[in-house]
């Protein structure tokens, strides 16, 4: 159990293209959702926290009007990178809690999505 | 402000052979909860281990336990019977009890190799 799954696992598109990348959770209801990005080698950085229903949390640093995130339903959350540019070229991970980590709850991955921007 | 520090950025197994991963933490909370996470070459991230602080006992999952030490803050993984499948990036992490949902903190990773 505890399935996650992450769409598309690798885009490559030009500069100036909007890419959505979608999160679901298969086989449970999510409470919450988290972003990742990863840079090789590196580990993983959180972008953002999103909880069904409502605004999603983003961490310092991170352009909310870059990173657009909607967490519509309990098994799907989306990620939108608007206007991506080279810079935004990485390894985006989502992961999904049956409910909150600060009680034990583990956190389950997704695949990944490859984002290459030309 | 906490931190995980895993200070093997790199390790290396003969098959069948026992491994231990390093992994300390920096915190002045007494309740918290630790993770060891897999990432192989697929880089689905995979839950491994998990910890509460609260519990003496070590955990163990089949082949993989951990050394929890919290006095020194100390987490490491031991991989017993190692398999080529055991071949991945090793991801140590803390969390706070009732910690806000991106307080999950992870270290830099080690990445582990099997050799048959």
């Known amino acids: 159990g505890a399935v996650v799954s992450q769409h598309p696992s690798w885009v490559i598109c030009k500069s100036g293209t909007s890419v959505k990348i979608e999160c679901r959770s298969l086989?449970?209801?999510?409470?919450?959702m988290f972003w990742y990005r990863q840079f090789p080698k590196q580990s993983l950085m959180l972008m953002a926290t999103?909880?069904?229903?409502?605004?999603?949390?983003?961490e310092q640093g991170v352009e909310k009007d870059k990173f657009l995130i909607n967490h519509a339903s309990l098994t799907l959350s989306t990620l939108t990178v608007t206007s991506a540019h080279p810079e935004d070229s990485s390894f985006y991970i989502c992961?999904?809690?049956?409910?909150?980590?600060?009680?034990?709850?583990?956190?389950?991955f997704g695949d990944g999505t490859r984002l290459s921007i030309l | 402000a906490q931190t995980v520090t895993q200070s093997q950025p790199e390790m290396s197994v003969q098959e069948a052979e026992t491994v231990t991963l390093s992994c300390t933490y920096d915190?002045?909370?007494?309740?918290?909860?630790l993770f060891w996470y897999k990432q192989p070459p697929s880089r689905q991230m995979i839950l491994v281990i998990r910890q509460e602080a609260y519990k003496q006992q070590n955990a163990t999952e089949n082949r993989f336990s951990v050394n929890f030490q919290k006095a020194a803050k100390s987490f490491s993984l031991k991989i017993s019977d190692s398999q080529l499948g055991d071949a991945a990036m090793y991801f140590c992490a803390y969390i706070k009890y009732g910690g806000s949902q991106g307080n999950l903190i992870f270290g830099k990773g080690t990445k582990l190799s099997v050799k048959p």
């Open positions: 999103s909880n069904e229903g409502s605004k999603a949390t983003y």
């Open positions: 992961s999904a809690s049956r409910g909150a980590l600060g009680i034990g709850q583990p956190q389950h």
């Open positions: 086989d449970f209801q999510a409470t919450t």
């Open positions: 915190t002045s909370e007494s309740d918290y909860y």
